[in-house]
């Protein structure tokens, strides 16, 4: 069963106004905002956040936990600060119409989602014929959610992996 984690926000901003990573020209989406470093110095008091980029930041311990216990791979891009930027590698298409959203309203440039999509409390749905989220799994939605420049993916993780998450008290996540 694939489970949403969220995280608290930390207000950061790892790119500052950087008008020149490649975007949509149409609705303002970074087409890949991972593609280039990230020259913030956020320290947050979180293991896990969102800069305002709705970017996911790691701590170190975060980072070296998931290294040992998730089944899928992550990637972990290193910031200013010491913090990591987690990015898993496997993705998964969402079911939008459980989320009550039209998946036929997307930008006609880039297909994107058009619209604010960024506070989603439901059960995540993966659509029919992909592969499950296993128990200690970390994996991202294909689809970006949040408004314009500030749009990233959803964090879901396997239900086994979020007891773990729990039990080791990591601080900022929302299970």
């Known amino acids: 069963m694939a489970i949403i ?33 990230f020259p913030g110095k956020a320290k947050p ?4 956040s969102a800069t305002n980029e709705h970017m996911h930041l790691a701590s170190p ?3 070296e936990f998931l ?6 791979p992550i990637e972990f891009f290193e910031t200013g600060g010491g913090y990591f930027v987690l990015r898993p590698k496997r993705e998964v298409v969402l079911d939008m119409r459980g989320f009550g ?3 036929t309203a997307a930008c006609q440039t880039c297909g994107e989602p058009n619209g604010v999509y960024s506070s ?3 059960a995540a749905e ?16 294909r689809q970006r959610f ?24 990591f601080k900022g996540l929302s299970i």
């Open 101 to 103: 959203i039209n998946p």
């Open 67 to 72: 290294e040992k216990v998730c089944t899928s």
């Open 126 to 141: 993966i659509l029919p014929g992909q592969m499950p989220v296993g128990p200690m799994d970390m994996v991202r939605s």
């Open 61 to 63: 311990r975060l980072m």
């Open 45 to 48: 008091k979180y293991d896990l």
């Open 120 to 122: 989603i409390q439901f």
């Open 5 to 37: 984690l969220d995280c608290v926000d930390n207000y950061c901003d790892l790119r500052g106004s950087s008008e020149k990573l490649p975007m949509c020209p149409t609705c303002q989406v970074f087409f890949d905002p991972y593609g280039h470093g």
């Open 146 to 169: 949040g408004e314009r420049r500030q749009r990233d993916f959803l964090l879901l993780i396997g239900d086994q992996l979020a007891k773990e998450l729990k039990a080791q008290k």
